[in-house]
């Protein structure tokens, strides 16, 4: 089985419409992250979490919400898509027991918004 | 800030040529250093790591080494295959509490027989 899960895999949605994406890990990480990719720019990082009770914005967070329900569930939101947020999304965990820090990527859900 | 540059690809290569991707990057402090690969259709995987200058980091034929001098973290592989066709990252990681990886822009490398 996977170490980190992401569903769905691919969603078609339509503008004004509520959508979450749901993330799940069974790596005991306490580091959990979401990341979106579009071509030519890389993966950026919209939220991530810390622990259960620390949520952090990062570089676009803005139209969406996360929701840290336990250690090993990460929810990303979209409370009223838009067609610009049509992209690739990353689910990610990591922890920085004995190291620097290895983030461990899930495998992706494919959004659409028309 | 903090930030990652990488060669604009795509890339493409014949089967066994040697490939370079140049990665340099802004940082405060000694920042750690990734390559991560992503494999069509699939999430991304991370290839190697270094933490500090002249680290070298190297799994599956390919190999980069942390330049403090340069701020560089290129990557090489002395002969390339058809499977390692793919989307290649780099990435740092500050070594401050509370940052995340930062990412370059991905170079595709494309592989032919």
């Known amino acids: 089985d996977a170490d980190v899960t992401q569903t769905p895999r691919n969603r078609i949605t339509k503008t004004g419409k509520r959508i979450m994406l749901e993330c799940s890990q069974t790596k005991g990480h306490d580091r959990m992250y979401w990341y979106r990719q579009d071509p030519g720019l890389g993966l950026r990082l919209i939220y991530y979490s810390f622990d259960v009770k620390d949520i952090n914005k990062g570089e676009i967070s803005d139209g969406y919400s996360v929701s840290r329900q336990a250690q090993a569930k990460f929810s990303l939101s979209l409370e009223s898509a838009i067609p610009n947020q049509t992209a690739l999304y990353f689910c990610?965990?990591?922890?920085?027991?004995?190291?620097?820090?290895?983030?461990?990527f899930g495998p992706g859900t494919r959004l659409l918004v028309l | 800030g903090n930030s990652v540059t990488q060669m604009e690809g795509p890339v493409t290569l014949s089967e066994e040529a040697f490939l370079t991707i140049n990665c340099t990057y802004t940082?405060?402090?000694?920042?750690?250093l990734f390559w991560y690969v992503q494999y069509p259709g699939e999430g991304l995987q991370l290839l190697l790591k270094?933490?500090?200058?002249?680290d070298k980091g190297s799994n599956k034929g390919f190999e980069a080494t942390y330049r403090k001098e340069t701020t560089s973290f290129h990557l090489e592989k002395g002969s390339v295959q058809v499977s390692d066709s793919a989307v290649y990252f780099c990435a740092l990681m500050a070594n401050q509490a509370g940052t995340a990886l930062i990412f370059g822009k991905g170079t595709t490398l494309s592989v032919s027989s």
């Open positions: 270094a933490t500090k200058a002249d």
């Open positions: 990610a965990t990591s922890d920085r027991t004995g190291g620097p820090e290895t983030q461990y």
């Open positions: 940082a405060t402090g000694y920042p750690s």
